[in-house]
């Protein structure tokens, strides 16, 4: 619909790939201009590397603990 999609991610957020599921938390949210609130870095559960993904590739999960 052309809105601007604002990210608000912020490191230790869990989140979810959109399209694999696969669960992580964010370690990074790059700073530079033409990538801040585009790209975040995101490690993966059971990877030792850290991945660097577009932010509207993956949503926040709910962290609330019984």
């Known amino acids: 619909m052309g809105e ?3 990210t608000n991610f912020r490191v ?3 989140v979810e790939d ?8 964010v370690i990074f949210v790059y ?3 033409g990538l801040k609130g585009e790209v ?5 559960d059971g990877h030792d590397e850290a991945f660097a993904v ?6 926040k999960i709910s962290t609330r603990q019984s």
Do not use: C, N, Q, Y
Request: hydrophobic content about 40%; charged content about 40%; overall charge positive.
């Open 18 to 25: 959109k399209e694999t599921h696969k669960r992580g938390r």
């Open 31 to 33: 700073s530079e201009l």
């Open 40 to 44: 975040i870095a995101i490690l993966f």
């Open 12 to 14: 230790d957020d869990r």
């Open 4 to 6: 601007l999609m604002l």
């Open 54 to 59: 577009p932010a509207d590739s993956v949503r």
